[in-house]
């Protein structure tokens, strides 16, 4: 795959940036009140996750472990499957009974997900706007990474689609989430890092998800041009 010459190196971010056309939730918006949201807007199942506790003046995860990865945003028990449901009247119960777990919505059912770096996710939704190509719902998180949802079986097609155009899956930052495995959504915090926020928001115009070949092809030369960039960068280029 011969990528496309370019000079202009791609800013670096940090997981304070503000993404163009970000909105943050409004602050009285609870983990309850996002997961009704979800359930009764968009038919999007849900389940609670763990949450963050505050232990000698620092968050930590109910996980209990002290080196959690994704401190209050994952699964609280191994089969969470359990406890997903796209009942308005059993969030609420799940809510009551943990009013600060995180919000998780399962993929693989009403949408997969593809996963790429801030940078690069910046640049693609960049140019997806410009080309006005469709889009759903994006995710910002504060560990720099951003997440595109796709219409379900995106997981399964990604990897041959990215061999039919030319680039090998193991080689990009791409990864796909779908059947059995989980996002996080807003409000959900992140640690101390801060809460995940929605880059775009769901709404009606985007209600009817794109596939997952309307985004691949941007998505993985946005991936490459991160990549020459980082190259680039740490050649003094």
């Given amino acids: ?23 943050t939730a409004p602050p009285a918006a609870s983990p309850l009140e996002h997961a009704l949201r979800y359930t009764r807007e968009r038919a999007w199942d849900v389940f609670p996750g763990t949450w963050l506790e505050t232990v000698h003046g620092a968050p930590r995860c109910t996980c209990a472990d002290p080196a959690c ?22 969030a609420r119960h799940l809510w009551t009974t943990a009013p600060r777990a995180a919000v998780l919505l399962p993929t693989g059912r009403a949408f997969d997900a593809l996963e ?19 889009l759903g719902p994006v995710t910002s998180s504060p560990d720099a990474r951003m997440t595109f949802f796709v219409l379900p079986g995106a997981a399964a097609t990604v990897p041959h689609t990215l ?34 926020q929605w880059a775009r928001e769901p709404n009606a115009a985007n209600r009817w998800l794109p596939g997952a070949d309307d985004l691949v092809p941007t998505l993985a030369y946005a991936c490459t041009r991160e990549a020459v960039d980082r190259t680039l960068a740490a050649d003094g280029t």
Wanted: one cysteine or more; charged letters at 25%; a positive charge.
């Fill in 116 to 134: 790429v770096s801030e940078t690069a996710g910046c640049l693609a939704l960049a140019r997806l706007e410009r080309m006005a190509a469709p």
């Fill in 1 to 23: 795959m011969v990528v496309e010459e370019t000079r202009t190196r791609t800013p670096a971010v940090t997981t304070q940036r503000r993404i163009p056309g970000q909105r």
């Fill in 69 to 90: 990865p994704a401190p209050g945003a994952h699964p609280a028990r191994p089969r969470w499957t359990d406890e997903t449901t796209g009942s308005a009247t059993t």
């Fill in 163 to 196: 061999r039919r155009l030319g680039w090998s899956p193991a080689g990009l930052d791409l990864r796909t989430k779908g059947e059995g495995d989980w996002v996080a959504a807003p409000p959900t915090r992140l640690g101390a890092r801060g809460p995940v």
